[in-house]
């Protein structure tokens, strides 16, 4: 199983700041890697796909970098409505989630 | 308008058996494959399985194989996942989602099951 692993596990950042997530993986998955954001009480949001394609709708202050086993998440300058838990999945073997990184409100 | 609409909470006992449904709409439901994701609580995501309604093919994680069964029927537009005797370690929020390009842009509003005596 490819075992995704998030850092930070927790961002405290304030509106305006430009937040940097990173995901790495245990093996190889090529540009196999999605980003979605979670906020309480809803339902995931697919936010990048194939580590650099943003998904329709969602903002460009949205980006997404990488290959192989080191993906990064960007958001260039935070909203309000960008704190939330964001995960990293991989679909190269079958389908995993890495931990989250929840960016907080400093 | 692509809609996924999942079927109520559910509170269960421990041995009970449960299956929660996803009905899609919008879109031609047999086309598609739908995925099945675990939220334990105050917990991250974790991938169960998926099915491609069209022939019923199913795969799952290798942690989810023999605890749940992944199931659909496509007359009716609806996925189901079901347990046949819950334990007090499936209390859950569970999401469905819809497959399109190898990505999953399209999720249920969750379900959440609690097991508890």
């Known amino acids: 199983e490819i075992v995704l692993t998030q850092s930070p596990d927790t961002l405290s950042l304030s509106p305006g700041e430009r937040a940097t997530l990173s995901c790495r993986a245990s093996?190889?998955?090529?540009?196999?890697l999605a980003w979605y954001q979670q906020k309480p009480g809803q339902a995931p949001r697919l936010l990048i796909y194939d580590a650099s394609n943003r998904a329709t709708g969602i903002p460009a202050r949205f980006s997404g970098s990488g290959s192989g086993t080191d993906f990064t998440l960007t958001i260039s300058s935070l909203e309000p409505e960008d704190f939330a838990v964001y995960y990293c999945?991989?679909?190269?073997?079958?389908?995993?989630f890495g931990g989250g990184t929840k960016v907080e409100i400093k | 308008e692509v809609q996924l609409v999942q079927s109520g909470a559910e509170v269960k006992q421990p041995g009970e058996s449960l299956k929660i449904s996803c009905k899609g709409s919008?879109?031609?439901?047999?086309?598609?494959?739908i995925g099945w994701v675990r939220q334990m609580p105050g917990k991250g995501l974790e991938w169960m399985g998926i099915i491609y309604p069209s022939d019923s093919e199913t795969r799952y994680s290798p942690s989810f194989q023999g605890q749940v069964t992944i199931s659909a029927d496509k007359s009716i537009s609806t996925a189901y996942l079901q347990w046949s005797g819950l334990k007090a370690s499936d209390t859950a929020i569970y999401y469905c989602?819809?497959?399109?390009?190898?990505?999953?842009?399209?999720w249920g509003q969750g379900t959440l099951v609690t097991v508890s005596s």
């Open positions: 999945q991989q679909r190269s073997n079958w389908l995993t």
């Open positions: 919008g879109y031609s439901f047999t086309n598609y494959w």
């Open positions: 989602a819809r497959r399109s390009n190898n990505n999953y842009f399209y």
């Open positions: 093996q190889s998955i090529s540009s196999f």
